[in-house]
């Protein structure tokens, strides 16, 4: 499993029935994937502290660990430790602390994850291999993407696999459809907090940021169902009445 794997724990040790670790599995953190990584995680982390929340809830304690075979950025330990959550680098074997490395993407100044910088580089590292311009109608390409990449797993049009889930196409195909979204609306930004009905990242736009859209859940809807779940459909329905 690992970080593209959003929904799930990679490992869970302890005995049955008792106190548990959740663990999740990340690999070297290399540069040129650290925004793209870091949101992973954040996705994860926060389903993972949401079953931790439910199982507390029979007398069951867990804790959230997170290990990578190389440092992270600091930023995103940053982020770990103000969730409580341990980091270890290294050999599962014999696992060390993490320290962390420079962030290409640094936290903001009150230390929480810079959604704005981070979805922008997801966004960006769509782009150029798909011909997206930043228009509402490049996400008709967008669909075709997605379209394609459900071919790929063997899926028809008409078919359907609600367990089918890409989180290395997900993330940056959400975070592009997001900033689409907030190139052509008044007042839009990332948000990040618990999961809910939105998921825990997702667009607030609108007057006093009342409409909440789950960007990455559409993405997710379409790999499963197909084209009635047209990304572009949304954003475009979106715009008109944001921007009525």
Known sequence: MGLADLDSVDLVTGPPGGDQALWLVADDWAPEREALD????????AGALAHAERISGEGRRSTVLVHSTGEPPVSVLQF??????AATIGSPLRPRPATGRPARHPNLPDG???LET?????AARLTAGHGLDGSVESLVLLDDALEERRRLHGL?????DDTF????????????????????TRDAA?????????????LRAGLGHGTRVDVLGRVQA??????????????STLLTRLNA
């Open 80 to 85: 770990l430790w103000d969730r409580d959550i």
């Open 190 to 202: 990332w948000w990040f907090g618990p999961p809910g009905r939105s998921g825990p990242l997702h």
């Open 165 to 184: 889930t890409d989180g290395e196409l997900l993330v940056p195909a959400g975070a592009y459809a997001g900033e689409v979204l907030r190139r052509h």
């Open 38 to 45: 870091y949101v992973q995680l954040m996705i994860k982390v």
């Open 112 to 114: 929480s994850p810079d």
């Open 118 to 122: 981070l979805q922008g580089a997801n």
């Open 156 to 160: 028809r049009p008409d078919d359907e």
């Open 222 to 235: 379409y790999l499963r169902r197909g084209s009635t779940e047209s990304v572009h459909d949304l954003i």
